[in-house]
């Protein structure tokens, strides 16, 4: 599933970055159209272990998301920031030491 952007997400606010509250909503409506659920039934405070996703699709997430974003997103970080709250929190303070280098 590749997801530059969500549908109905623009996330993108006037100055084109997006902000904590946008990469959440992408990462709700990414996890509830992987899985087949509601976005309402996505609760960005419970652990992401919650939705069973394995490795696979945590690769697949990371991925999607850091294309969105334009950086490198490592899928160790889906362990280390535990919820989609604090993953999106994180990027979006960090993303410039995650941007990926200019070729």
Do not use: H
Request: proline letters at 8%; a negative charge; glycine letters at 8%.
């Amino acid at each position: 599933m590749s997801k530059e952007q969500s549908p109905g997400v623009s996330g993108q606010p006037s100055e084109g970055v997006p902000d904590a509250a946008a990469v959440q909503q992408w990462l709700v409506t990414y996890i509830a159209d992987l899985l087949e659920f509601e976005p309402s039934e996505v609760n960005p405070k419970l652990p992401l272990g919650r939705y069973g996703l394995d490795s696979t699709a945590a690769v697949a997430l990371t991925g999607d998301l850091g294309q969105w974003l334009g950086c490198e997103i490592n899928p160790k970080l889906l362990y280390e920031y535990k919820t989609i709250e604090a993953l999106a929190e994180f990027v979006t303070a960090n993303r410039a030491k995650l941007r990926k280098p200019e070729k």
